[in-house]
């Protein structure tokens, strides 16, 4: 796939951070383990965050703009999808992928894409609700304006996400802080595989995390956490940024 | 022109306008006067073809705009502008503000290349863009952000931007309610320009004086209907109806 | 027009997992050239075991011979003894290692296994401070020493999650007629690297395998109080580790082909003898059982199983 070779060069920055961690800690990482564990970590959480705001998006337009029956259940939905634990949602995707479910013949049990399916359900509802929040919260005189200034339903409806856009932003952002912190429907999925040499095919900075956590090696989880928040930091300034010089002409 | 003819709408059970009609021709300008909540609103909206009418036809150069098909309609739409009391300007700059109704009007591919030729700074609206902006006297404020304009001068953008696609007609409700003088001023002379270059304007607002001052005819509206239409002189001065006149002379507390 | 755009967008979705779907496969089990027969080349093995097996690190530092022989990927999962036998009785992995007799017998009679060998054992090792409160040090019968912890009411930490060292635990117990229960007795539901932590940071006593605990010797207090039967301690300690393939009766999307292979390789006298050369801080953590003079028919079949007790 085209986009692995891209993406491999950004978790090459992070690796010095496991590299510089004091002698004391003697990390007994292997060559490539943590590059590939946080490449793993960004290909399923930035494929799932991506599908679900392409779904999201539409959704919250929908929903922003027209009446439909039925309109009340679905916002119920959304907003019980914020709060619903992440590793129910794992044992959903799990007995939907399980060779006995009904997507077992695709064989996806154990693989990143099973990952991607529960991390697209977990970023589904945050980024609908905040989306939501943030175009409905677009002054109706702006909406007005556009309208009667000769816009389509479609030419108006730009017009209002291009004003909610920091909002629309927050929404992707705060999906991709769920689905990349997530550990529990990963680790269930996902089997939190590496291959005997130590790089990961399942294996994500979480899930790496929790088995070292389970096997009392504090110090590293604490390094493999550090590298986390590290990638969660440079994301969001990231976006922040790309918001920022996007006003104006 | 455009035609109001019989017009009647309700919400619920309310009846806010009956029997109504009225019209505005090219480059005259018609105010729509009365208390607030009477329904001026309500008409422009009619008159904007974004509400339908209870009863009653709403005509433009002859078209009934409710019995053809949406699309029909919206290109009858697309003929008439329209300025709030609230300028409602996009988060971004002047310029993008100003030239949205002339994008809008171009198919998508069209608008695919004016966006590109627009990141390399090249754009076919400049031209339209300078002469809406110099009507309201802000062509220096081009490539400003619209955050950075006074209430004023954003009420005067969002009438450039009304302006800048050339629409037949002109609706403006209650357009200097919120402006200072000096930018009402500024308004009412830009009312002048757009009904010389053959606009037809109905400005709805509850300034008597300032319909004294822009409008060839007024249309008192009481209760639920248009109580007089008449020329300006003739409503202010010598008023065909007793209602008009205890309105104008502020017996009528509104 | 937006149903439209909906049902677009899900297409796009779901083209694009298929797709995704479809370079996963691509990037599996390219590795080497498959000199190996049996047509298996390119192919992945699905292995379930415990974490006590994975986090000993024994299957990684074997499998890259397995898999640079016949060209193939194994993906092992470390799920804990009850989560691999059902991922096994799912038909979600392809091979299953773990070391509880009990729940393999059971996963043999209800037909989901076949082909079962012993592998190779270790024991488990009851640990403790070194204060020793309950005085169980040097203790030839381990169901004597967790009699006198529960007298002594000396604390304990327990799994609590059903792994094999909790049945082991729990089968202790049982033996010694005692029902564990009391602010002593804390069941902590984790791994046993945390467990161990745990019981460090509490002084407590615990019930580890060996390999856990040699892994983690350096960073506790806590030491060796009733040896397991490699030292010469109780036999009821012992650990042994069983491997079966996943029977293609039940599930004809097995993998049986490599999963025959695998085991064919794991119980062969070479690997075998890598097993036992496997070392953790300096010390061998497993021994091999599968290579034998003098076989054991058990191995192959449900414990007490007998062809006299069948139904004709």
Redesign the interface.
């Known amino acids: 796939?085209p986009v692995?070779p891209v993406v491999q060069s950004v978790p090459a920055l992070f690796e010095p951070i496991a590299q510089l961690s004091p002698a004391a800690f003697d990390l007994p990482f292997r060559e490539g383990y943590v590059r590939s564990t946080i490449f793993v970590s960004l290909y399923v959480s930035v494929?799932a965050v991506t599908?679900s705001t392409?779904?999201s998006i539409?959704?919250a337009?929908?929903m922003g703009f027209?009446e439909f029956p039925g309109k009340r259940f679905v916002k119920s939905v959304i907003n019980t999808g914020m709060g619903f634990p992440s590793v129910v949602v794992g044992l959903l995707v799990l007995f939907a992928v399980?060779?006995?479910g009904p997507l077992?013949s695709?064989?996806?049990?154990?693989?990143?894409?099973a990952m991607?399916?529960s991390q697209?359900v977990l970023a589904t509802p945050p980024i609908t609700a905040i989306s939501l929040a943030a175009i409905t919260g677009v002054d109706d005189g702006v909406r007005d304006a556009a309208r009667v200034l000769g816009g389509t339903?479609?030419a108006v409806a730009l017009v209002v996400l291009k004003e909610a856009r920091y909002g629309i932003a927050t929404a992707v952002l705060a999906g991709f802080g769920r689905a990349i912190s997530e550990v529990g429907s990963v680790l269930i999925v996902g089997?939190?595989?590496?291959?005997?040499?130590?790089i990961s095919?399942t294996r994500t900075l979480t899930t790496a995390i929790q088995?070292e956590?389970?096997?009392?090696?504090?110090e590293t989880a604490m390094v493999l956490g550090a590298v986390l928040v590290a990638l969660v930091l440079t994301v969001n300034a990231v976006v922040i940024r790309l918001g920022d010089s996007g006003v104006g002409r | 022109m455009l035609r109001v003819t019989g017009a009647s709408r309700s919400y619920g059970d309310e009846a806010v306008l009956r029997n109504l009609s009225l019209e505005v021709d090219t480059g005259e300008v018609v105010a729509a006067i009365g208390p607030s909540g009477v329904g001026k609103t309500t008409l422009l909206r009619l008159l904007a073809l974004s509400l339908e009418p209870d009863d009653g036809t709403v005509a433009l150069d002859g078209t009934d705009a409710w019995t053809v098909d949406a699309a029909s309609r919206r290109s009858l739409r697309r003929r008439i502008g329209m300025v709030f009391q609230e300028a409602s300007l996009f988060d971004a700059s002047v310029v993008r503000n100003v030239e949205y109704g002339l994008r809008v009007r171009r198919s998508w591919s069209e608008r695919l290349s004016d966006e590109l030729a627009g990141l390399v700074g090249q754009s076919g609206f400049d031209d339209a863009v300078h002469e809406a902006l110099d009507v309201v006297g802000l062509t220096e404020k081009v490539t400003q952000h619209a955050d950075s304009l006074s209430g004023g001068e954003a009420q005067r953008v969002s009438f450039a931007r009304a302006l800048a696609y050339e629409p037949d007609v002109l609706l403006l409700d209650e357009p200097t309610s919120d402006l200072d003088p000096r930018n009402t001023a500024v308004i009412e002379e830009a009312i002048g320009e757009a009904r010389d270059r053959g606009i037809g304007v109905v400005v709805a607002t509850h300034d008597m004086h300032q319909a004294e001052r822009v409008a060839d005819r007024v249309a008192v509206l009481l209760d639920d209907g248009i109580t007089e239409v008449a020329p300006t002189e003739v409503v202010f001065e010598n008023p065909a109806d007793e209602r008009t006149r205890k309105f104008i002379s502020g017996e009528l507390v509104y | 027009?937006?149903i439209h755009?909906?049902r677009f967008?899900?297409a796009?979705?779901a083209g694009?997992?298929a797709?995704?779907?479809g370079?996963?496969q691509?990037?599996?089990g390219q590795s080497g050239d498959g000199s190996g027969g049996a047509g298996v080349a390119g192919e992945t093995l699905?292995l379930t075991t415990t974490?006590s097996t994975y986090?000993t690190g024994l299957?990684?530092?074997?499998?890259?011979d397995f898999?640079e022989m016949y060209g193939v990927?194994?993906?092992?999962?470390?799920?804990g003894t009850g989560a691999a036998l059902e991922?096994a009785r799912?038909?979600?992995s392809d091979v299953v290692m773990v070391h509880a007799r009990g729940l393999e017998d059971e996963f043999l009679r209800n037909g989901y296994g076949v082909n079962r060998r012993d592998l190779m054992f270790n024991d488990f090792v009851i640990i403790g401070p070194e204060d020793d409160p309950a005085g169980i040090q040097g203790m030839s019968s381990a169901t004597d020493a967790l009699t006198a912890i529960a007298d002594a009411e000396a604390a304990f930490v327990s799994r609590g999650d059903n792994s094999g060292t909790h049945t082991k635990e729990l089968n202790l117990w049982e033996a010694a007629g005692t029902d564990p229960g009391g602010d002593w007795y804390q069941e902590t539901g984790?791994?046993?690297?945390?467990a161990?932590?745990i019981a460090n940071q509490q002084g407590a006593y615990t019930l580890s395998d060996r390999g856990?605990f040699i892994?983690?010797r350096s960073?506790i207090d806590l030491t060796i109080l009733v040896q397991g039967p490699i030292e010469g301690g109780p036999e009821i300690l012992a650990n042994p580790y069983g491997v079966m393939a996943v029977n293609p009766g039940v599930?004809d999307?097995a993998n049986y082909d490599l999963a025959m292979a695998y085991i064919g390789w794991i119980t062969s006298p070479g690997v075998q003898n890598s097993i036992s050369e496997y070392q953790v801080n300096g010390e061998q953590l497993f021994f091999p059982e599968a290579v034998s003079e003098d076989p054991d028919f058990q191995q192959y079949v449900p414990e007490g199983w007998s062809s006299d007790n069948s139904d004709a």
């Open positions: 796939m692995e494929i599908l392409l779904v539409p959704i337009i929908l027209i399980s060779n006995q077992g695709l064989n996806l049990i154990f693989t990143r894409e991607i399916m697209f339903r479609i089997g939190n595989i590496t291959s005997a040499a130590g095919k088995l956590a389970r096997q009392g090696q504090y | 027009m937006s755009r909906r967008v899900a796009l979705g694009a997992v797709s995704t779907a370079c996963a691509l990037g599996q699905t974490t986090d299957l990684d530092a074997i499998h890259t898999e990927t194994v993906d092992a999962v470390a799920q991922s799912n038909g979600d984790t791994g046993m690297g945390e161990l932590n856990t892994s983690q960073e599930h999307n």
